[in-house]
C-alpha cells in the first residue's frame, strides 16, 4: 500500500517505508551531528586536560604534578582564597538578592524599572567593567580620594568580594525571583484565617517554598565567582586565586601541565556546586503547582521602606559602577581635568578597534553554529528511546559545570599541539566553537523548554495528514520555537561578545577579541582607554538586546499566521 502527502497544493504518491526511512535518516542526523560535535570540541578537549594533568614533562604518567601542587604553598593560597571568596560572595549575594526579589515580588512599592534595569546592566558587560568602575570610585586617582581624601586600596580581597557580588547578584536575583513567583497564595489565606502573624507566614510559607530556589541561588554565585577570571586581574591585586593562577602558569611560565592541574582542581568544586544547582532547581521545578494562584503584592509601610532603602541602594551602586565607567570613558585626564573628550576612543593599542569587529564575527559564527546544532539536538530528544534521551541529555548540559579557562585552556592543548585539528588553531571558529561550549547548556535548556511548548496535538494532526518528520517540523514545529531560536541566537552572541576566560588562551597576534583588549588596556595603565572599549563593547550588547525584544515583538505567534 502507497502513501500520499500533499506538497505545494498537489498530491503527491510516495514508496512504501519512504517517510520511514527519510524520518530514521533526519532522527540519526539531528542526533549525531551536534553530538558528534559536543564530543570532538567538548568532550575531546577535556579529556587531553585530564591526561595532561598526570603526565610529567619526561612523560611519566602518574600523581606527580598534583603531589608538587600540594606540596606548594602559593597554589595553596590559592585555593583557600577562592574557597572563601566564593562562599563569603554567595552569602552576601544571598542576602541582598534576597532582599531585592522580595521586594520585585511581593511588595507595591514604586521604582520596579529603575532596580531591573540596573540588575540587566552587569549581564552586557565583561565581568571586569565591575573592577574598573570601583577603581575609578576607590582607587589612588578615585573620586573618594579626590573628594574626601579618604585612601582606600580597592585591589585585594575586600574589593575583588564587591565586584564579585555585584556580578553575581542579578543571576542570584532572577532564580529566587522565580522561586517566590511559584508560592501559592491560598496558603497565605488559609494561615491569616488561623491568625498567623506576618513573621508567621514568612517563616513557615515563604522560606520553606522557596528553598530550593535559594539553594540554586546560591550555588550559582558559587560558581560563578570561583570561575570568575577578568574582575580577579583587574582588582585582585596580590589576593591569589585559582583563576589567576592557571594564567599565571600557563601564559607567565608556559607550564601546561601545572596549569592542566590547577584546571582540575578547579573543576572539582565547580562540578560539585553545578551538580547541587540543578538538583536543587529540579526540586524547586516539581514543587510548584500549575493551579497554584500567584501571591498579590501587599503593602506594608515598615517593611516596604526597609525593603526599598537597601534595593534601591543596591541598584545606585550598580549604576555608580558602570556609569562613571562610561563617563571616564569621556574624561580628560580622571580625575583631575574633568573636560569632557572623545580622545579615549582614539585607540591605538591593543588592535585598536579590530578586536571589537572580530569579536562581533566570532560571537555570529558561535550563535548561528549553535542554533543550529542545539536545535538538531533538541528535536531529536522527542524520537529517541528514553535510556539514550537521559544520555544525550546528561551529555547536553555537561558543559555548564565547565569553568571556561579550564575549556580555554583544554582547547589549546587539543588543538596546538600536532593532528588534523591544529588547522583549527588561531581561527574564529574555533573561538567561536569555543564560546558555543561555554554556554551550550543554558542554549539547550532554553530551546528544550521551547520545544515543550509544542501542541503534542498539532504534531499528532500533520502525522495523521500523512506528513513525516520534515513537514512536523516545518509545520508544526519550527513556528512554535521560532521566538526560541531567536532568544538562543541572541543569547550566545550577547555571551560570546562579553565573554573572557575561555577565549583569554586562544588569541594569536592576529586574533584578538574584545574583552581581552580591554584587559590589555587596563594591564597597560590605559585605564580610560579600557573605559572607553568596554563602553563600546556595552552599546553593541545593549543594541543586540533591543533587537531581540524587537524581533521577539515583531515575530507573529503561530495563533495569528493561522
Not at 567593567?129 to 574626601?148: A, D, E, K, M, T
Not at 539536538?377 to 541529555?393: G, Y
Not at 588596556?521 to 582607554?529: F, H, M, T, V
Amino acid at each position: 500500500m502507497k502513501s500520499t502527502f500533499s506538497l505545494g497544493g498537489q498530491r503527491r504518491i510516495s514508496p512504501p517505508g519512504a517517510y520511514l526511512n527519510l524520518d530514521k535518516m533526519l532522527v540519526i542526523a539531528s542526533t549525531l551531528i551536534p553530538l558528534i560535535c559536543l564530543l570532538l570540541f567538548f568532550g575531546y578537549p577535556l579529556y587531553i586536560v585530564l591526561i595532561r594533568s598526570l603526565t610529567t614533562p619526561d612523560g611519566t604518567v602518574g600523581l606527580s604534578n598534583y603531589a608538587q601542587v600540594f606540596n606548594n604553598p602559593t597554589l595553596i593560597a590559592a585555593t583557600v582564597n577562592s574557597l572563601l571568596l566564593s562562599f563569603m560572595t554567595m552569602l552576601i549575594a544571598l542576602l541582598l538578592g534576597f532582599a531585592i526579589a522580595y521586594r520585585l515580588e511581593r511588595t507595591s512599592t514604586r521604582g520596579r524599572v529603575f532596580i531591573t534595569v540596573a540588575l540587566t546592566l552587569p549581564l552586557l558587560a565583561p565581568s571586569l567593567v565591575q573592577g574598573l568602575g570601583l577603581i575609578f570610585i576607590f582607587g589612588r586617582n578615585g573620586l573618594i580620594s579626590q573628594w574626601f581624601g579618604i585612601s582606600i586600596n580597592p585591589y585585594g580581597f575586600y574589593g575583588l568580594l564587591m565586584a564579585n557580588v555585584l556580578y553575581a547578584l542579578p543571576q542570584v536575583v532572577l532564580i529566587i525571583q522565580a522561586a517566590l513567583r511559584q508560592s501559592d497564595a491560598r496558603l497565605y489565606e488559609a494561615a491569616e484565617v488561623m491568625g498567623a502573624t506576618g513573621w508567621q507566614k514568612f517563616r513557615d510559607i515563604t522560606l520553606p517554598n522557596a528553598k530550593f530556589g535559594l539553594v540554586s541561588a546560591g550555588f550559582v554565585a558559587f560558581t560563578v565567582t570561583i570561575t570568575d577570571f577578568g574582575n580577579a586581574a583587574v582588582i585582585g591585586g596580590d589576593f591569589r586565586v585559582l583563576a589567576t593562577e592557571i594564567y599565571n602558569q600557563v601564559a607567565g611560565q608556559m607550564n601546561f601541565s601545572m596549569g592542566a592541574v590547577v584546571g582540575i582542581l578547579l573543576l572539582i568544586p565547580t562540578v560539585v556546586a553545578v551538580g547541587i544547582e540543578r538538583f536543587a532547581a529540579r526540586k524547586q521545578s516539581a514543587s510548584a503547582s500549575e493551579s497554584a494562584i500567584q501571591v498579590t503584592p501587599d503593602r506594608n509601610v515598615k517593611r516596604d521602606l526597609i525593603l526599598g532603602t537597601l534595593t534601591h541602594s543596591c541598584a545606585f551602586v550598580i549604576y555608580m559602577v558602570i556609569g562613571v565607567t562610561v563617563f571616564a570613558s569621556f574624561v580628560d585626564l580622571w580625575p583631575y581635568r574633568m573636560e569632557l573628550t572623545l580622545r579615549h576612543y582614539n585607540i591605538s593599542m591593543a588592535g585598536g578597534y579590530r578586536p571589537l569587529w572580530m569579536s562581533l564575527w566570532i560571537s555570529l559564527l558561535a550563535a548561528s553554529v549553535g542554533v543550529v546544532l542545539i536545535f538538531l539536538m533538541t528535536i531529536s530528544m522527542k524520537k529517541l528511546p528514553l535510556h539514550l534521551r537521559r544520555i544525550v541529555n546528561f551529555i547536553a548540559i555537561m558543559p555548564v559545570g565547565v569553568p571556561g579557562l579550564v575549556l580555554g585552556l583544554a582547547y589549546i592543548l587539543a588543538f596546538n599541539t600536532g593532528g588534523p585539528l591544529t588547522l583549527l588553531y588561531g581561527t574564529p571558529l574555533l573561538i567561536g566553537l569555543c564560546n558555543l561550549y561555554h554556554y551550550h547548556s543554558q542554549g539547550f535548556l532554553t530551546m528544550m523548554t521551547g520545544l515543550r511548548g509544542v501542541p503534542a496535538s498539532l504534531e499528532d494532526t500533520c502525522t495523521c495528514f500523512g506528513g513525516g518528520m520534515k513537514e512536523t517540523l516545518r509545520d508544526a514545529v519550527v513556528p512554535f520555537m521560532m521566538t526560541t531560536c531567536i532568544a538562543v541566537f541572541f543569547f550566545l552572541f550577547m555571551r560570546s561578545m562579553v565573554s573572557l576566560s575561555a577565549v583569554i588562551f586562544l588569541i594569536t597576534p592576529s586574533i584578538n577579541v574584545a574583552p581581552v583588549a580591554i584587559m590589555q588596556l587596563s594591564d597597560a595603565g590605559r585605564i580610560s582607554e579600557a573605559a572607553a572599549f568596554s563602553t563600546c563593547l556595552m552599546m553593541v550588547v545593549v543594541t543586540a538586546m533591543l533587537l531581540l525584544r524587537w524581533l521577539i515583538k515583531k515575530v507573529p505567534s503561530p495563533e495569528k499566521r493561522s
